[in-house]
């Protein structure tokens, strides 16, 4: 079943058009992440999603409601914005009432959905405390549960592990897991690794566009299947002897060698004796798979966005 | 009903922050008691209107040495205003405060002090609501007694009577000044309401409202009923203020709270409507403060400003000064707290006054919406 289905939505700021006919569909259940560059137009499409933003061009179904230009706001929507926005002088307790009232929930409802939702993200203890008071961490959970409190089928989520310590970061993505399979996520983030742990798609998109959408692992497979075997050493190195192999390339670059080419594993034992005749033993080496930041940067390069 | 959940949030965030709350309810304790003090006393160039119908040279040398009567800072203690004696005229001369103080000098007055006739009745009249007469009244008797003696009189013929075209009594120019002062100092919530407006905004939390789907009116409503209920705790604080300054009146409290409570009605409206021109809660106290301060001259509290009439309602004229609501609001607690006026007396202000603050908060909601809730 479609959670969201995004049909050629457009729109433009005076002439740069932000967000350029782009279509993307979300299963029920899924966690679908949008990546890309500064400006490339998640904020803008997540801001017509919600409602916030007047699309030019474009058809918006959410749980087969369909909203085009001039439409109201979507109901049922649950937004996690990358900036916090939580009332100082309230208490978590009651920003939660406010928003479950807001919602017309019923009020016994809204005390006991506040109090698991408090204890799930850590904040049980802190229920009366003032947002003011909490740590930047406790406020950043306080305000991603904010965007639940209603129960929406839908959640957008933007940057939401953004300045969060390891630990809170483990505990936002087990409790974005656990929704997972009854809601419906869409992600936007820069972290990488955050969107490959999380989602079971992404987008790439850039310059309003989507460039490429599938799973993480599809994608890298697609864009970048090479392995890369690196080794470190304590000293700058120089290589006296080329090799050649028609399976890898070798990158030297100040104290390490990079070797980039498909299905490295079986090959491990060979090329590692090769270094070590050549260099000696190196401190450190380590076999990696491309990973999704690898696609991203083939995919809309390497060039500074604004 | 979600505008009391707006209105709860509102109260809870306006009451624990407590430096926010302390300063917006002392600021007019501190307006007032600045005023009280700075005018409590009067001292200035007041207007006197003279009729001379003396047939002899004496009237004619009293008037000269009042237009000559300085303070001894050189400044002149009289503006002497030469008019014909009549007396429906005089009355309306001093309604509409061409000058402050009427007085008449008679056909015999010098005759009498020359030859010691039968005592001559000067009148100097004027409205006791206005500090300025009871000053003016008092110098005048004085120098008429100084006169007299100065040209060689041992016994004073001149009999000096008081018309007064108001009933009322007022002890100083604070007196005059208070029941307009009191509606100012509630007013100074419209900064307030442009400030709540526009920090949801820059903190972003309106976003999380708009999203909601809550509607304007809600939240408007709220907000607006949070700053009335901070209005009333100000209002009767600051009327302790000004009774504790020496402010009388046998006025009606009651009324003078519920007019001011209106006139708060009204600067909330102007407050949503500024907030919805606005970026940021600095850009609000800014323009509030724009907004607040011709307001507070213009209301007619320090000085009398000329009016352009457009039509007039129920025998009250309207000029372009009644869109700004503390005219009326101003023009009603001075009737209440110095005239003893009941309702109906103000009841045309009272009108005029729940239109206008309607109205202001009609479009306040209306531009709210604009702004911020047009596209969700």
Redesign the interface.
């Known amino acids: 079943m479609t959670a969201l289905e995004i049909q050629s939505l457009s729109k433009s700021f005076g002439s740069n058009k932000t967000v350029d006919n782009l279509s993307i569909c979300v299963e029920h259940g899924e966690i679908f992440s949008l990546l890309g560059p500064n400006g490339a137009g998640k904020t803008t499409t997540i801001n017509m999603i ?5 699309m030019d061009e474009g058809n918006i179904i959410v749980n087969g409601i369909s909203y085009q230009k001039g439409s ?2 979507m ?1 049922k ?1 649950g ?1 996690c ?1 990358q ?1 916090i ?6 208490t978590c307790e ?1 920003q939660l009432h ?2 479950g ?4 929930m019923d009020n016994k409802v809204i005390k006991e959905r506040s109090l698991h939702l408090l204890e799930r993200i850590g904040l049980a203890d802190k229920r009366k405390v ?1 947002a003011k008071k909490l740590s930047g961490g406790m406020q950043r959970r306080l305000h991603l549960i ?1 965007s639940v409190i ?1 129960d929406p089928d839908l959640i957008i989520l933007d940057e939401p592990e953004a300045g969060l310590d390891p630990q809170s970061r483990i505990l936002v993505r087990e409790f974005i897991k656990s929704l997972s399979g009854s809601k419906t996520f869409l992600l936007t983030t820069h972290n990488m690794d955050e969107a490959e742990r999380l989602s079971s798609r992404v987008a790439i998109m850039d310059k309003g566009r989507i460039l490429v959408c599938d799973t993480p692992v599809a994608l890298r497979e697609k864009f970048t299947p090479e392995e890369t075997l690196e080794f470190l050493y304590p000293e700058p190195i120089v290589m006296t002897q080329q090799w050649e192999s028609s399976s890898y390339r070798v990158h030297m670059d100040g104290k390490s060698i990079r070797v980039i080419g498909y299905q490295l594993t079986l090959a491990v034992p060979d090329i590692l004796s090769k270094v070590v005749s050549q260099f000696g033993h190196p401190m450190t080496f380590s076999l990696r798979q491309s990973t999704l930041e690898d696609v991203f940067i083939k995919l809309t390069g390497r060039s500074l966005r604004q | 009903m979600r505008l009391l959940v707006v209105f709860k949030k509102s109260i809870i965030e306006q009451f624990r922050d407590s430096k926010a709350l302390i300063l917006t309810i002392l600021s007019p304790i501190i307006f007032i008691i600045i005023f009280g003090l700075a005018f409590g006393q009067g001292f200035y160039t007041y207007s006197l209107g003279i009729s001379n119908d003396d047939t002899g040279a004496l009237g004619g040398k009293l008037v000269q040495e009042i237009q000559n009567s300085i303070y001894p800072n050189g400044n002149k203690m009289y503006d002497i205003v030469l008019v014909d004696f009549d007396h429906e005229q005089v009355k309306n001369d001093i309604t509409s405060r061409n000058y402050d103080a009427h007085l008449y000098i008679p056909p015999h007055f010098s005759q009498s002090i020359q030859q010691e006739l039968s005592q001559v009745r000067v009148p100097i009249t004027g409205n006791p609501a206005n500090l300025s007469y009871n000053f003016i009244s008092s110098f005048v008797e004085n120098f008429i007694h100084n006169f007299i003696w100065n040209n060689g009189m041992m016994t004073n013929p001149i009999e000096i009577v008081y018309e007064e075209t108001e009933l009322t009594q007022v002890k100083s120019e604070f007196d005059v000044m208070a029941p307009g002062l009191i509606v100012f100092s509630v007013f100074f919530l419209l900064i307030q309401s442009a400030m709540v407006v526009t920090k949801e905004v820059e903190s972003r939390t309106i976003q999380r409202i708009v999203l909601s789907k809550v509607k304007s009116f809600e939240i408007c409503g709220g907000i607006s009923l949070s700053q009335l209920m901070l209005a009333a705790i100000m209002i009767p604080l600051v009327f302790a203020t000004s009774l504790m300054l020496e402010f009388t009146s046998s006025g009606s409290f009651g009324l003078a709270f519920v007019i001011s409570l209106i006139a708060t009605f009204s600067a909330i409206g102007i407050g949503l409507i500024i907030a919805s021109f606005c970026k940021t809660s600095l850009e609000a106290f800014i323009i509030g403060n724009v907004v607040v301060t011709p307001m507070l001259f213009l209301a007619g509290i320090f000085f009398e400003v000329p009016s352009a009439n457009l039509f007039t309602i129920m025998g009250k004229e309207i000029d372009v000064l009644t869109f700004i609501p503390t005219v009326d609001a101003v023009s009603a607690m001075n009737k209440i707290l110095i005239n003893n006026a009941d309702f109906s007396d103000i009841l045309p202000e009272f009108i005029v006054l729940t239109i206008l603050s309607t109205g202001y908060f009609v479009v306040g909601v209306y531009l709210f919406s604009r702004r911020y809730m047009i596209r969700a």
């Open positions: 919600t409602g916030v933003l007047e109201s706001a109901s929507i937004v914005t900036d926005q939580l009332w100082p002088f309230m009651e406010f928003m009232n807001l919602y017309k003032w904010m209603h």
